[in-house]
Structure formats: C-alpha cells, structure tokens
C-alpha cells in the first residue's frame, strides 16, 4: 500500500512540477491570470484545477494503455499528420522560451545574493541544467521527486503563514490588477493551456515510471488537485496584500519580506528551486524534440542548446507572463480540448491496445511484402 502511494505521489510530482514554476511559486501567474477577477479568482482556480486533473489523468491513462513512449507517438495519432507538426512547431518554440527566461531568472537571483556577475550566473544555471539532462528522464524524475515536495511544502506554508498572520478582509479594496482576458473563465483556459504544453511532452515519457493504470490515472488526478491548492493559498494571500504587491514582480517574496529578512531569504530558495525545476522539465523537453529530428550525439546537442540559452535569456520575468504565455495559451487551447473530448469519447483499453498490435502487424507484413517484391 504504502509502495503504491509512492509511486502515485511520485508520479504526481513529476507532473506538478512542469507547471509549478517561477510563475507560479512567485504568485505572478496567479495575480495576473486569477486575482484579477476579484471573486472570480476563485472559479476560475477550481475551473484550472479540474482541468489540470482530467489532461493528467487521460494522458498518463493513454501512456499506459498504448505503451506510448514519447511525445510524437501521442501527438500525431491524437491529432492527424498537419496538425500534428503545427503542434510540434509550438511546443518547441514555447519550451526554448521558457528554459531561456528561467535560466534568467535564476541567473538573476543567484547574481544578486552571490554579488556575481549576471552572466556568469546564468552560465552556472544552464551547466547545472546540462549535466541533468545528460541523465535522460530518470534526473528529471529524482530532481522533481525531491524537489517538488519542497515547493509544495514551501508555497502552502508560506501562504498560509501570511494569511493567518494577516487581518483583513478579502475583496473589500478598491483599485484594479493587470487582467490578461475579459473574463475568469477564459483566462483559465489560457492558463491551463500553456502550461499544457511542456507537461503532456514530459508525461509522455513516463511509461517506465507507471507501475500500473491506477498510478497512471490517480498520479494525474493528485497533481490536478494540489496544483488547485496551492493557487487557492496563494491567490488569497494575494487579495489580502492588495494594492501593495500589485506591481510586484515577485509577489509572494514582497509579502514575505514585509515579515522577516530571513523569511524572505528562505522563499528566495524556493523561487530559485522553482525556476530550476522550470528550467529542467522545459529544456529537456526541447532537448528531446531537438534530438529527435537530428543524427547527431544528444550531448553534443544538449551542449549547444544550454550554450545558446546564454546569449538569448534576456526577456523580463513579468513580460514573460503578460504577453509571451497568453500567447502560447491561444495556440495551445486546442489540445486542451483535444485532450478533454477524449474522457468522454474513450476508447476501451483493450480495444486501443489490440488495434494498435493489429496497426503494427499490417506495417510489419507490408514492409515484408516490399521487400519480398524487390
């Protein structure tokens, strides 16, 4: 039993961890995709939630069931051929923007607490996140196994230290945030698909870590739920701070630091812990497109692309999330719904994984045939 929780909760982790960013841990996303909407806020988290919960749980339940291994052998059958490249396109536009500006952000936070050089801090991120990626997916998963039990730890506690410690009464202010939409609803939307992006190619590569379809499927639906949270805990504690944090870049470290130094210190470990995290789950997944399509030795690829993120990590933390995620949530809304028609257009198991062998079978003898006729 206990075995089995471990794995569900490791699972879980992993795919908590593609989403739980330095957007996320520094409440940015939080205030500018659902803060915005007062008590709107508040739905449209529990909307993201069970969004969040349904794509864990029909992507790993289908990584199981069909054996898939990587993210073209769900990509293309779930989409078609043309779509299928325009999605590859995006995703790997997306995930080089976000392992740029996280190795940035945590470059910056390195520089200003080590009094470093930028650069020099960037170059020490983006080697860290070079030897990770050497290790394939299995450093992916020890690092977020570890890791993202912190960040939730982190995120809750701090959260609700701040709103125990904090007297007022919510959504009795005046004064606006920066909305990214018009409305709760689709600014939810937004927000589940971009992050949809990098955590359905890391969950497709998964398969060795699913014991079972129960830890497939629960391991989705856990992550959902916590992810749903935590943005609770943080959107709160956001209300009660509001206007004073509303041009914050780093809303909860201005929070934080309104208590303690030393607190504020403490959660500066943890942002840099969720850009890191961000960074890797990003990178590897462009490491993986990137190999995938050129015969060339993956660490000679992995090299380059951590050299050229370098150069390129210049844009701001707050920009990034005002403009270049809305963006990328436009483009990524159609898997989203990809995703969701398939719970209630599923089909059976056995049947998806019988079709699959009959698919093989009929390529196998075709091939066969062909070279048979030559």
């Not at 199981?64 to 059958?77: H, S, V």
């Not at 609803?185 to 990098?198: A, K």
Request: aromatic share 16%; glycine share 8%; net charge positive.
């Amino acid at each position: 039993m206990l075995g089995e929780f471990k794995n569900i909760f490791k699972v879980a982790c992993i795919y908590m961890a593609t989403i739980i960013g330095a957007g996320f841990a520094s409440g940015q996303e939080i205030m500018q995709f659902f803060s915005s909407y007062y008590e709107g806020g508040f739905y449209g988290i529990i909307f993201a939630g069970i969004l969040f919960s349904i794509i864990g749980y029909v992507v790993l339940d289908k990584v199981y069931c069909e054996r898939i291994r990587n993210y073209e052998e769900f990509l293309f059958p779930t989409v078609g051929w043309f779509l299928g490249w325009v999605m590859e396109i995006l995703v790997t536009m997306f995930m080089i923007s976000v392992f740029c500006i996280m190795i940035a952000g945590a470059g910056g936070i390195i520089s200003d607490k080590l009094c470093i050089p930028y650069y020099f801090a960037v170059l020490i991120v983006a080697l860290l996140c070079a030897l990770v990626f050497f290790t394939e997916i299995k450093g992916i998963v020890n690092i977020s196994s570890v890791i993202t039990p912190i960040l939730i730890l982190g995120i809750l506690g701090f959260g609700l230290y701040i709103i125990i410690s904090k007297e007022m009464a919510v959504f009795n202010f005046s004064g606006t945030i920066s909305k990214v939409t018009d409305n709760w609803f689709f600014s939810s939307l937004l927000y589940v698909s971009y992050n949809s992006i990098t955590s359905v190619v890391v969950m497709c590569n998964l398969l060795p870590y699913l014991k079972d379809r129960k830890t497939a499927a629960l391991g989705g639906i856990f992550g959902g739920v916590m992810l749903c949270l935590m943005a609770i805990v943080i959107n709160f504690a956001i209300y009660l701070f509001y206007p004073h944090i509303a041009t914050e870049d780093l809303p909860v470290m201005g929070m934080v630091d309104s208590y303690s130094v030393v607190l504020g210190n403490v959660y500066t470990v943890i942002l840099l812990l969720a850009m890191f995290v961000s960074a890797l789950t990003a990178g590897f997944g462009f490491v993986e497109r990137i190999s995938s399509k050129i015969s060339i030795n993956k660490k000679i690829v992995i090299l380059v692309i951590c050299a050229m993120s370098i150069p390129l990590s210049t844009v701001g933390f707050s920009g990034l999330i005002s403009t270049i995620y809305p963006i990328f949530g436009y483009m990524g809304m159609f898997m989203v719904f990809v995703i969701v028609i398939q719970l209630f257009t599923k089909v059976p198991a056995y049947v998806r994984v019988e079709e699959k062998k009959r698919s093989y079978i009929k390529l196998r003898d075709k091939k066969k045939w062909k070279s048979k006729a030559s």
